[in-house]
Each structure stands twice: as structure tokens, then as C-alpha cells.
């Protein structure tokens, strides 16, 4: 199967720029993520069960009941074993470790709690999902920098493509990081969640999906974080990944860069406008979940195919290619 074959039929998001994928406020001020005044638990998870979990582990299960009942029930006709889940993030346990640290310094380690302590590893939070949901054919955690939620998407892209499973969810969460932690000012938190299937098991359904979503990765080396990129560097890296995602790489499409005014950032958005696009670039915040937040708003409303691009100044970039399936 190709990667062309693949539609997303589900998309789910909660976090503080909204629930509804479609009207995300991604272009307003920051809105605040401490708190949680915007995350109600009863009303997204209900029952028992939920109320020990890290608050990254709620997220992302409100996102994925969000995805799947968007997409339908896209489960029932997929047999556990071929089902596969891939999820980005860079600070989900951050404040548990955090706390856990402070715990075990202060009071000692028989005082952690029994409920939080499995999730000191990261591949908790998506794994706690996954048995929820049976997704038994696999499951992968990805932490690089700011771009692991697009990463999530190409690597469950590359899983379906090898037969390693007929279907997948990709994801991003993110939580707040605790005030003295650099890059506190820009948290993120919340969740978003694609589900993703070939386009004929969609349509055996009766479903069209919201469109299609492409990932190419690429990494600019340079000295330092201060140090700039060579121009024949990233001409040749941006060029490449626009060859391989665009059907014409001379036909640019509209690109939002996710991107601080590093070196990295700055030769991306550079070498992307030499390529004839209009680039419209946001600040990134502390993790990987921005970027997914624009995509998941990018298929859920009408509009031309568009780009949704991340460079971290560490060098790790990555771009989308999002294609609406209503056009606007």
C-alpha cells in the first residue's frame, strides 16, 4: 500500500485553543494553560478510572474517543493485531518527573504514589490509550524536538505502508512544564489525534474522510543553536523535501512554518519562499503538539492543499502536505 492511499477519517483535539478542530484559535494570543480551567474531566472521560492518570494521559484519551467517534467506529471491522498507534511529544511526564524528583529528595521514595509512578516512562502515556482501545499491532512513543507529532504520522505511515498494520492513530500531547523548567511562557497542553486508514476501508464504511496528510522529515546541521545554517545546506534539504512530498515541487503551496527566528528557522523559511510560496510563519511554543494542532485544523475545514512545516533551532524540521477533501 502507498502512502497515497491513506485518508484520515478522524480527527480529535482538546486543548486550551479548543475542542472543535475546525475552529481551533491558533491564530489569537496564547491562551493560558495552567489550571485546567479548560480541560473538564467528567465531562470528556467520565466514569471511574480517570482521576489518578497524569493529566497528559487524559488528554490524550479525550483526544482519541474525540478521533474515533469522528471517524465512526473505524475499530470494529480491524482486527486488534493490525491495529498500530504512534504518538510525539516532548514534555508529557515532565511535571510527574518533576514532582517525582521532589518526592523522592524530600520525603523518600516510599512515598511516591503507586497510581502515577508506572507513568515515569514517557511510552506510558500512549500505551495506557492503547490498551484501552486494542491497538495491539504496535505502539511508538517519538520525543524529537517540536517536530515528533508530524513524525508520529510518517513513522504510522511507513508501519501501514510495510503491512505492519492495515490501520493506525497518530498523535501529539503535551503538558504544561512546571514554572521554574525553561520554556515554562510557552507550554503547551492538550492533545491531538488522527485516525488514519486506506481510502477503500473508509469508503467500505461509507466514509470519505477529511482529506489526506503527508509527512517528509529532514535534519540542517550547524555548529550551534547561534551558529548559521550554509546556504547550500538547507537549499539542498528544503529542495529535496519539497521533491519528495510535492507532486510539482515548482507549485509551492501556502506553507505555515511553526518556527523561532534561529538559524534554522530562518534558512527554512528563507529557502521555502525561494521556492515561490507564501510562508507564513508562528512561534513555536514548548513541544511537539502545535504543529498537529495546525494540521488537525488544516483537514477539518475547506481550503486548497497547504503546507504545515516545524524547524527546531536544533536542527530537526519537518513538513506536511495537507489536503483538504472539501475544497474551499
Known amino acids: 500500500m502507498s502512502a497515497a492511499e491513506l485518508v484520515v477519517t478522524g480527527i480529535g483535539t482538546t486543548s486550551p485553543w479548543g475542542r472543535d478542530p475546525a ?21 470528556e472521560l467520565g466514569g471511574r478510572g480517570y482521576k489518578y492518570l497524569p493529566p497528559s494521559c487524559r488528554y490524550l484519551l479525550a483526544a482519541t474517543r474525540r478521533a474515533l467517534a469522528d471517524a465512526d467506529d473505524p475499530l470494529s471491522p480491524v482486527p486488534e493485531s493490525r491495529r498500530g498507534m504512534a504518538v510525539g511529544t516532548n514534555n508529557a511526564v515532565t511535571a510527574l518527573l518533576d514532582a517525582m524528583d521532589e518526592t523522592m529528595t524530600t520525603s523518600g521514595a516510599e512515598k511516591l504514589s503507586p497510581a502515577t509512578a508506572p507513568f515515569f516512562a514517557t511510552n506510558t502515556i500512549p500505551s495506557r490509550v492503547a490498551m484501552e482501545h486494542g491497538l495491539k499491532g504496535w505502539n511508538l512513543t517519538v ?35 512546571p514554572p521554574h523548567q525553561p520554556g515554562h511562557d510557552i507550554s503547551e497542553a492538550g492533545a491531538a489525534v488522527l485516525v488514519l486508514e486506506p481510502r477503500a476501508a473508509a469508503a467500505a464504511r461509507g466514509r470519505t474522510g477529511h482529506g489526506t496528510c503527508r509527512v517528509v522529515t529532514f535534519f540542517l546541521p550547524h555548529a550551534s543553536p547561534t551558529a548559521p545554517v550554509a546556504s547550500h545546506t538547507a537549499r539542498q534539504a528544503v529542495g529535496d523535501a519539497f521533491a519528495r512530498l510535492l507532486p510539482d515541487p515548482e507549485a509551492a503551496p501556502p506553507t505555515r512554518l511553526i518556527a523561532d527566528d534561529s538559524p534554522v528557522g530562518t534558512a527554512v523559511a528563507e529557502q521555502i519562499r525561494s521556492l515561490g510560496a507564501e510562508v507564513d510563519v508562528v512561534p513555536p511554543g514548548a513541544g511537539a503538539l502545535l504543529p498537529m494542532l495546525h494540521v488537525s485544523r488544516g483537514l477539518a475545514r475547506p481550503g486548497p492543499p497547504h503546507l504545515v512545516a516545524t524547524a527546531c533551532r536544533d536542527g530537526s524540521c519537518a513538513l506536511a502536505l495537507v489536503s483538504p477533501e472539501r475544497a474551499a
Open 23 to 43: 475552529r481551533l484559535a491558533l491564530d489569537a494570543v496564547r491562551p493560558p494553560i495552567t489550571g485546567e480551567p479548560w480541560f473538564d474531566l467528567a465531562a
Open 143 to 177: 520525543t524529537t524536538p517540536q517536530t515528533a507529532g508530524l513524525e508520529a504520522v510518517l513513522a504510522g505511515t511507513r508501519a501501514v505502508t510495510a503491512g505492519r498494520s492495515t490501520m493506525f492513530l497518530a498523535g501529539a500531547v503535551e503538558e504544561a512544564l
